[in-house]
């Protein structure tokens, strides 16, 4: 059997409490870094290259939970997505807030 790292244990354990089984978050977790797995979660299910209006990014987020607006603040904030003028696309994975470097 493969040994599992603590990120992956710490990932698949927050997806598991706080996603319901269809997918809906059941709350915005409080602890930074279960925030930042969850919300990277979500954003992976974007399309990159594909410029969202604020409409568009709001139905997405409301698959998975009602506050869309707090949601979208964080995916900016934490530079999942950048917006301009009101449209929305998802930035290179590389400058994400990473959850596994956060202590």
């Known amino acids: ?3 599992k790292s603590p990120e992956n244990s710490l990932k698949e354990s927050v997806l598991r409490n706080f ?3 269809d ?13 930042l797995i969850a919300f990277q979660y979500m954003v992976e299910k974007l399309e990159p290259g594909v410029v ?3 409409k ?5 987020i409301k698959q998975f939970h009602e506050d869309f607006a707090t949601i979208r603040r964080e995916f900016i904030m934490h530079q999942f997505m950048y917006r301009e003028n ?3 696309e998802l930035n290179p994975q590389e400058i994400w807030t990473r959850w596994e470097d956060v202590k």
Not at 56 to 60: A, K, L, R, V
């Open 56 to 60: 568009e990014i709001n139905e997405f």
């Open 86 to 88: 009101d449209k929305y």
């Open 19 to 21: 996603f319901s089984k």
């Open 1 to 3: 059997m493969e040994e």
């Open 23 to 35: 997918g809906r978050l059941r709350q915005i977790p409080a602890q930074y870094k279960k925030k």
């Open 52 to 54: 969202y209006s604020e």
